[in-house]
């Protein structure tokens, strides 16, 4: 797919469903007592893997439309339980994580498996609390041996991960006591305010997370707002465009997930949030960017669970900007869909971005100039894919994404948007 240079983007969009709370509204939705009605639900190759995923295990899901469906609750006692079955999690780290944190409570032997890119990633992160719990655990391929005696625990995250801390959470609806999860950075927190949401008592300090055991869950009716990683390729190309005014409509603002405007804000960008409003504990908003000449900056370990998945794009607004910029404290990267330190140095780098890799991050040293272009392959990852797309309209040459199917991961209809806007 050749991605064509634009002159500046120009519109009024909307992109799909948040990802992240579209995957937990199946899967706490299958917890729930009675039917859970998800509207705005992000449809991708991810979250259909989640759907996918609780039928296999006796859940009914009735597609209403394409952003629209019920899931009709089994709830959440291991009597009642969830079929033991050979799970396919395709590419989703967010299902392979999260479900096994439902697993450890039920009974009966589960094996959760995936793509070649999913079957390498560290599951010995979940398996280590989950086994502590009382579930039995282990990894390489997955398998969740479920317990109806877990025991809560408080637990330390060792690396700041919002599927982590989802898995603990999940598993601690079904356990004997309180659970607490202490974090070393605030991760994405659409778990405990979808678990709050639904009836569970969730308590909630500054740097942990603690739930009770429940006995009933009940959502009815789940808004997922526009996912802010699917409208962040359009926040940077936008910024980089001279001439841009776009605005993306009914975007989720949750402020752990939101780290890339703050960081943009700091490079110079203009951004403007309007027509803010709270659905189920979620910030919703508008917001319109312009164009903006970029002067560089860093990001730290503290910063970076909040803008996660869009470090690949800082790099590139990074490249733009006048000046040397950093990222640190980014070695979770290493372990996403790609070793995304080496997919995005290798990938902008052959686009003429003088960018480098570190053990933890990358240095990037920015021109205000676009990049020259030329070819950037995916390495089958739907972020890196988004990120060659933004390349190939803000450089001089335009872009041949190699395999840019990757993108249906999590946004399907990305590359005909992007072009909708595009102004040549
Ligand atoms: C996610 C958490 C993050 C993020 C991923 C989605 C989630 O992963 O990178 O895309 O929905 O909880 P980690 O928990 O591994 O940081």
Redesign the pocket.
Known sequence: MKVEPAGALVGHIAVPGD??IS??AVLIGALCEGETHVRGFGRSGDTQSTIDAVRTLGVEVDDISEDELVVKGRGLTPARGLTPAVVDCGNA??LM??LAGILAGQRGRFELTGDESLSARPMDRIAEPLNRMGARVTTNPLVVEGSDALHGIEYALP????????AVLLAGLNADGTTTVIEPAP??D??ELMLAAAGARVRRRPSSVSIEPASRLQLGEVEVPGDF?AAAPFIVAATLLSGSDLTIHDVGFNPRRTGLLDVLERMGARMTVFNRRKVAGEWIGDVQVQSAELVATDVTADEV?RL??ELPLFALAAAGARGDSHLTGAA?LR??ETDRIESVTNGLRALGVRIRAREDGFEVRGVPARPTGGRMSSDGDHRIAMLAAVAGVTSRQGVEVRDADAVAISFPGFFDLLDSVSRR
């Open positions: 990802k992240s995957h937990r780290g967010t994580r999260l690396v700041a991960s919002a599927q982590v801390k989802s991760t994405r659409h778990t990683s669970p996660v998945d979770e372990v996403k």
